[in-house]
């Protein structure tokens, strides 16, 4: 089964900066879109970032346009999550999730991927 583990969160002061990974692996299905999502208590599970193929193409939430940048590492099969200038608000647990199906348009909703990570919480203190 496809496998993702995400690393590098922890605690960090506002304004700070942080990169998270996700490792895939597992599984022999192409993948068609990489994306991260945050959940803070309360509230539900909301987009962060997405990347999508083969036609590339990148998507960013409102609230982390340009603070947060995704990006891949195919040869590790790692998608990274470049978050600056985090403010208290970034604060959530954050998840990796990949689209396994054969679609090529946007991906930018929990339902549009199949497959989660555990998720690595990210505190910002004030």
């Known amino acids: 089964q496809v496998q993702l583990v995400e690393s590098g969160g922890g605690l960090v002061q506002a304004g700070g900066s942080l990169r998270l990974a996700c490792a895939d692996s597992?599984?022999?299905?192409?993948?068609?879109?990489m994306g991260w999502f945050r959940q803070a208590p309360g509230k539900e599970r909301e987009f962060v970032a997405s990347?999508?193929?083969?036609?590339?193409?990148?998507y960013y939430a409102d609230a982390v346009k340009g603070r947060f940048t995704i990006s891949r590492d195919g040869g590790k099969n790692t998608v990274y999550l470049q978050m600056n200038s985090l403010t208290p608000e970034d604060t959530a647990v954050y998840y990796c999730?990949?689209?396994?199906?054969?679609?090529?348009?946007?991906?930018?909703?929990?339902?549009?991927?199949?497959?989660w990570g555990r998720g690595v919480p990210v505190t910002v203190s004030s």
């Open positions: 999730a990949t689209r396994t199906r054969p679609y090529f348009g946007p991906a930018t909703k929990p339902g549009d991927f199949d497959s």
């Open positions: 597992g599984g022999t299905l192409s993948r068609t879109a």
């Open positions: 990347l999508t193929w083969p036609v590339k193409t990148e």
